[in-house]
T-cell receptor, first 115, second 113 residues
Framework: AQKITQTQPGMFVQEKEAVTLDCTYDTSDPSYGLFWYKQPSSGEMIFLIYQGSYDQQNATEGRYSLNFQKARKSANLVISASQLGDSAMYFCAMRDGPYGQNFVFGPGTRLSVLP | EAQVTQNPRYLITVTGKKLTVTCSQNMNHEYMSWYRQDPGLGLRQIYYSMNVEATDKGDVPEGYKVSRKEKRNFPLILESPSPNQTSLYFC????????????FGDGTRLSIL
């Protein structure tokens, strides 16, 4: 069965510093997609970044990058130059199945950015 | 504006009183799904639908029903709600395929007394 593990329930980072949020996954499918979402205190789910299992390069979107290590089954999110507005819950998720019908989330990491 | 709309946003009700949470999307997405979010557990999938008249159970389907009679709508039905269904619920939609991110509604906070 698919599974996503996020071992850091909470993280603190100083403003303007970089932070890495850990994510490991487990799937028997050779093709899958990995996603990160942000949930601010207002509650909405915001899509941040995507990495495909066959992508050769690590994904980047502005200040977000994904450190993808396929052999280790890890997909860590790196946020550079943290801002106060980055304080939120962050969820790692995986999509697999022949039609992408399976979508599973990790338990999340709460990031707090300190001024 | 492309969006997923859930209603109501908040609901307090009592055990056993049937309720429906509506979900509608305007992006012509084939795939729709429902999740519940509980502290420390992340989002857990309740049901998903690959297209009209095609629904399937997720990880926590007990106590819930869904229907997909039209492509844009995917209501979640609690026939006899119980207090353990108190949670934050999200509806989401996407195109099919492993590279497609899901687009989420704003969430519905249900309290079952």
């Amino acid at each position: 069965a698919q599974k996503i593990t996020q071992t850091q329930p909470g993280m603190f980072v100083q403003e303007k510093e970089a932070v890495t949020l850990d994510c490991t996954y487990d799937t028997s499918d050779p093709s899958y997609g990995l996603f990160w979402y942000k949930q601010p205190s207002s509650g909405e789910m915001i899509f941040l970044i995507y990495q495909g299992s066959y992508d050769q390069q690590n994904a980047t979107e502005g200040r977000y990058s994904l450190n993808f290590q396929k052999a280790r089954k890890s997909a860590n999110l790196v946020i550079s130059a943290s801002q106060l507005g980055d304080s939120a819950m962050y969820f790692c998720a995986m999509r697999d199945g022949p039609y992408g019908q399976n979508f599973v989330f990790g338990p999340g990491t709460r990031l707090s950015v300190l001024p | 504006e492309a969006q997923v709309t859930q209603n109501p946003r908040y609901l307090i009700t009592v055990t056993g009183k049937k309720l429906t949470v509506t979900c509608s999307q305007n992006m012509n997405h084939e795939y729709m799904s429902w999740y519940r979010q509980d502290p420390g557990l992340g989002l857990r999938q309740i049901y998903y639908s690959m297209n009209v008249e095609a629904t399937d159970k997720g990880d926590v389907p007990e106590g819930y029903k869904v229907s997909r009679k039209e492509k844009r709508n995917f209501p979640l039905i609690l026939e006899s709600p119980s207090p353990n269904q108190t949670s934050l619920y999200f509806c989401a939609s996407s195109l099919t395929g492993i590279n497609q991110p899901q687009h989420f509604g704003d969430g519905t906070r249900l309290s079952i007394l």
